[in-house]
């Protein structure tokens, strides 16, 4: 045997004891076990990771509530804990006050706020199985803040003892007894730098130059090395290839993470260069001869970039052409006059200081009936809706005053009384009024304001007055969606006319798009005259206001289609929204040729969605979920309108991504909470009353009335004007195939859903296209295809009128022997 053997031989002995040494002394062996273990069972993680995120909110309401009701529930906790007769003020009892008692007081003070912080964390990672944050760093920052901030909050205010907790009072009283005061600040200092250095690596260089980085070797270490280098190479040109790859995978086992030195090429004279060996490395990558059946490798060139124009060539094209305009191509165009829409005279009705008087008079003494005193009470004079907002004395429970909404209601004799208690920002309680002569909101009247004439917005929108006389006026693009619902009758179709009214009036064609979808087929056909102008539609369509409900999926998919194509121009630009985008093409910093254009704001105006649900489901909630989520920074907009804000219509995807909420009078208040997540709407007097929600506080506004011959004249007036050659069009999608039953089976026309609609009905032994709607969740039409391809496919037989069609295959096995057998 010789040296190399004993060598290599002593070397896996070594190495099989250390990896025994490791596998019996391992301390975190059981733990692993343990956490494997738990992955495993899905069950038991799930339920841990529910628990974690319920005790993390049980911890933050506890540690909240204590910081108000400490002082009064420190004795109850000690010296009356098992008595049910004493309550606490913790809003989440004893167990709460008890908690809060430990961690706080007993414990780190209010850092232990940050444990809320680390039970949250964890039970995200538990229950959902991705990080929400690098866990190993937030408990590692998280614990040291929870210990350092105790200390030092003890040390600058000692004498509050909810601040750093006993922890930070005992430890500041065990430091000051063997530092003193200022070696306490000291040792503050001192282990926050430390912990800095230890995590985040800082540098205390005072002069760059003389900072020492990893290249900084010097020529003795490279010598050194080069030399040890050598040694190595030539103990490895003894080896037989065998036996050197047998070392090198049992160095890799025993030192994985060393890294090897790199190689430097020396000769040596009694080493030949087909005995040497040639090790690689991460730092380098000697050539190696080609030989027999090696693959050939080769790298593809990058695709080139979009060209970057310098700061001297962008000034030098604008300085000789400007800057690009959008509107050049139609650079005639006017925008509608405000003599188009009506004036409604002087609509202003006073409200008499004797309605005043009386209102106020009957709800001082209803509230005085219940024993509620006012301290002061003021009315706000709205265009239909007064509010009266009150000053309850001291003790008045607000929830009293809310509960008696019906009692003032019926003491007033009026409908839509609304109560807000409190009113966010004031400390007041609002109670709201109609009045007996409500004014008329005209669109003359608020497209005339200043508020909307000079709104520096993207996409300004002008609904109405709110209950303050003030001109209500929000940003599509920062809304970014706008969810609409309403009873029939309420107003709602005049607030979609208001709202594309109000665009029409700021925006030139080059700026804005419409895509209107209008399954009653009546209510948006005026808008047909400014095709050329400000409508979108698919490529082959003849008619740019959608009805038919297969024509709305092509054009939502083919919008998504639209919204992909827009990013891709985003990333190439290097932007992250539509503004910035189009700032950067009309300084010419895009070049068009590289396929940047200008792009539009796109706005998809779906009237009665509530119709597309039930006749397509999926096939439409999907792409608008995608577009809701997606489409705002690309300047992609929407706006849903529905009679029946239900639940099965309005879905919580569809409400998470529409934090725009519009809604008219509706008819109860289960259909308020869909729409607003609140209740309210259903006590709104109607015609054009409406309360509006921008995910925050709630706004009543009075809807500002358009009338038809107003949109007629506005659209008459855009569509005489001269108008772009096409209408705009859409990216071209190919939907799933329409075409029916023909008594052949024709494989090209085969849905994609068609093997598992039949295994469905086999199984149930039921030819129905309601089932497979349910199941498969997908429109009443496209359940109605694949109901006629399994007829001309024999797997169920013809329509027997109401009942469900005979299913004639009646197993699995033979349905998929027959599904082979299909044209593909």
């Not at 090790?279 to 979009?306: A, H, M, W």
Request: hydrophobic share 40%; with cysteine.
């Amino acid at each position: 045997m010789g040296r190399n053997e004993y060598k290599t031989e002593d070397k896996k002995s070594k190495s099989t004891s250390k990896k025994k040494t490791l596998k019996r002394f391992n301390p975190f062996t059981k733990i692993n076990v343990f956490f494997t273990k738990l992955a495993n069972n899905e069950k038991l993680t799930k339920s841990i990771g529910l628990f974690l995120l319920a005790f993390s909110a049980f911890l933050l309401l506890a540690f909240s509530s204590f910081l108000f009701t400490w002082k009064i529930d420190q004795n109850i906790i000690n010296n009356h804990w098992n008595d049910p007769s004493i309550q606490v003020e913790n809003w989440l009892g004893k167990l709460g006050a008890y908690t809060s008692h430990q961690f706080i007081f007993n414990g780190f003070g209010i850092t232990s706020f940050l444990f809320v912080f680390l039970s949250f964390v964890l039970g995200f990672r538990v229950l959902f199985k991705s990080d929400l944050l690098p866990l190993g760093k937030s408990f590692k920052y998280s614990i040291f803040s929870i210990v350092w901030i105790s200390i030092l909050l003890n040390y600058i205010l000692p004498s509050n003892p909810i601040l750093g907790g006993a922890f930070g009072f005992q430890t500041n009283l065990w430091l000051g007894s063997i530092i003193g005061s200022i070696g306490i600040l000291l040792f503050l200092i001192l282990s926050v730098l430390i912990f800095s250095v230890i995590n985040f690596n800082i540098s205390f260089n005072l002069s760059p130059a003389k900072a020492i980085t990893e290249n900084d070797i010097t020529e003795e270490e490279t010598l050194e090395e080069n030399s040890i280098n050598t040694i190595d190479e030539s103990y490895e040109a003894a080896y037989t290839p065998e036996e050197t790859e047998e070392v090198e995978t049992e160095s890799k086992t025993e030192e994985s993470s060393e890294i090897i030195p790199l190689i430097v090429e020396l000769e040596t004279p009694n080493i030949t260069e087909e005995e040497t060996v040639e090790l690689t490395t991460e730092n380098t990558e000697p050539p190696q001869p080609k030989e027999e059946g090696d693959i050939e490798f080769s790298v593809e060139e990058p695709i080139e970039k979009d060209e970057i124009l310098t700061d001297k060539e962008v000034d030098s094209k604008v300085k000789d052409f400007g800057e690009y305009d959008p509107k050049l191509d139609l650079a005639s165009y006017k925008l509608p006059s405000i003599d188009l829409l009506k004036d409604f005279g002087d609509t202003e009705k006073n409200v008499s200081s004797e309605e005043l008087e009386a209102n106020k008079n009957k709800i001082v003494d209803t509230l005085s009936n219940y024993n509620i005193k006012i301290a002061s009470i003021k009315a706000t004079i709205g265009p239909t809706v007064t509010l009266y907002e009150i000053v309850p004395e001291a003790g008045v429970r607000i929830s009293k005053i809310k509960n008696l909404e019906d009692d003032i209601a019926l003491s007033l004799a009026a409908l839509g009384i609304r109560i807000i208690a409190p009113i966010p920002g004031k400390g007041t309680v609002g109670i709201e009024v109609p009045n007996q002569n409500p004014e008329i909101v005209s669109m003359r009247t608020v497209v005339a304001s200043d508020k909307f004439q000079n709104a520096k917005m993207e996409l300004p929108v002008v609904m109405g007055k709110t209950i303050t006389n003030e001109t209500y006026v929000f940003d599509l693009a920062k809304m970014p969606h706008l969810l609409m619902a309403g009873a029939t009758g309420q107003g709602k179709s005049v607030g979609l006319n208001a709202v594309l009214v109000s665009l029409l009036y700021k925006k030139h064609p080059s700026q804005l798009k419409f895509i209107l979808i209008d399954p009653k087929k009546v209510e948006l056909t005026l808008y047909n005259k400014i095709e050329r102008h400000y409508l979108a539609k698919l490529p082959d369509a003849e008619e740019a206001i959608i009805t038919d409900n297969d024509k709305v999926i092509n054009t939502l998919n083919s919008l998504c289609i639209e919204m992909d194509q827009r990013y891709d121009l985003l990333k190439t630009a290097m932007v992250r929204n539509i503004v910035e985008y189009n700032a950067k093409f009309i300084a010419r910093k895009l070049n068009p040729e590289n396929g940047h254009k200008f792009l539009p704001y796109i706005v998809l105006v779906i009237d009665e969605f509530a119709d597309l649900i039930m006749t397509a489901g999926k096939e439409v909630e999907t792409p608008i979920a995608r577009l809701a989520q997606l489409a705002r920074a690309i300047g992609i907009h929407l706006i849903i309108a529905t009679q029946r804000p239900s639940a099965n219509i309005i879905t919580g995807i569809i409400k998470a991504n529409f934090p725009g909420r519009l809604a008219f009078r509706v008819t109860s208040g289960i259909d308020s909470r869909t729409i607003l997540d609140s209740s309210g709407a259903d006590q709104l007097i109607g015609k054009g009353d409406m309360l509006i929600s921008q995910g925050n506080d709630l706004i009543r506004v009075q809807c500002a009335f358009v009338d038809t011959p107003e949109v007629e004249a506005i659209c008459d007036f855009i569509g005489e004007q001269r108008g772009y050659p096409e209408t705009f069009t859409l990216p071209e999608y190919v939907g799933e195939s329409a075409t029916g039953g023909s008594g052949t089976f024709d494989g090209e026309d085969r849905d994609a859903l068609f093997d598992d609609a039949a295994r469905m009905l086999v199984t149930h032994q039921q030819g129905s296209a309601s089932l497979l709607q349910r199941k498969m969740k997908i429109g009443y039409n496209r359940a109605g295809r694949l109901i006629d391809q399994m007829e001309d496919a024999g797997i169920i037989g013809p329509s027997e009128g109401s009942k469900a069609r005979q299913v004639l295959i009646t197993d699995l096995d033979s349905l998929e022997q027959l599904l082979k057998a299909l044209p593909q």
